[in-house]
């Protein structure tokens, strides 16, 4: 059906705050990852779910920032305490499978802490 | 580490004509694959085209075709005929093939396409 969904599109927040972006994959994906495209800058890997296997969090910035994926589908990416270097795009994507099979990805979350 | 370097921030085109967008990577691996992805302004990534590294053969789709200069480590992308829609930011992307699916972006290139 549709493509990857990501809620919400937009983000303002205060430092300090926490906050929770929605990933909704492609039904059927069984991998999923999150990326973050800070300003003017290339996509950096978060974090990586491959149906029940455990996550590859190898990207996670630092110990605010975690996420779920519930029932192999829609997931979370949350972060806490908030600062104003976390402002950046939110990219989800998912894919049929691992290797190569072609990611699909969202349109993003675009985080604004101010 | 792999890395993957994208030398022009931004390029212009005039509409009907070519252009020609750099990559160069670093891998110490023999089997790869790299990706160009288009990111217009609602900011989706979509994927354009893809080589796989054991494949000789430059990929091609419709309008764009790749450069694949393995021992230079080296992937350009090349636009024909370029239209007003091809205007958005192009990755260079590199994935390794431990299955994973984890691509390593370069930093991008803004591309404008003049009429």
């Known amino acids: 059906g549709a493509g990857v969904s990501q809620s919400p599109s937009n983000k303002v927040t205060e430092k300090g705050k926490d906050v929770e972006l929605r990933c909704d994959p492609i039904s059927g994906h069984t991998a999923l990852y999150w990326y973050r495209q800070s300003l003017g800058q290339g996509l950096e890997f978060l974090i990586y779910?491959?149906?029940?296997?455990?996550?590859?969090k190898s990207g996670l910035p630092s110990d605010r920032f975690s996420a779920e994926r519930t029932g192999g589908s829609v997931s979370t990416l949350t972060i806490q305490r908030t600062q104003q270097e976390d402002s950046a795009v939110y990219l989800c994507?998912?894919?049929?499978?691992?290797?190569?099979?072609?990611?699909?990805f969202g349109n993003g979350t675009r985080l604004t802490v101010t | 580490a792999q890395t993957v370097t994208q030398s022009q921030p931004e390029m212009s085109v005039q509409e009907a004509e070519t252009v020609t967008l750099s990559c160069t990577y670093d891998t110490s691996e023999s089997n790869y694959y790299l990706f160009w992805y288009k990111q217009p302004p609602s900011r989706q990534m979509i994927l354009v085209i893809r080589q796989e590294a054991y494949k000789q053969q430059n990929a091609t789709e419709n309008r764009f075709s790749v450069n694949f200069q393995k021992a230079a480590k080296s992937f350009s992308l090349k636009i024909s005929d370029s239209q007003l829609g091809d205007t958005a930011m192009y990755f260079c992307a590199f994935m390794d093939s431990s299955n994973t699916g984890k691509l390593i972006f370069g930093q991008g290139t803004t591309l404008q396409v003049k009429p």
């Open positions: 779910f491959q149906g029940n296997s455990a996550p590859d």
């Open positions: 994507a998912s894919s049929l499978d691992r290797g190569n099979s072609p990611l699909h």
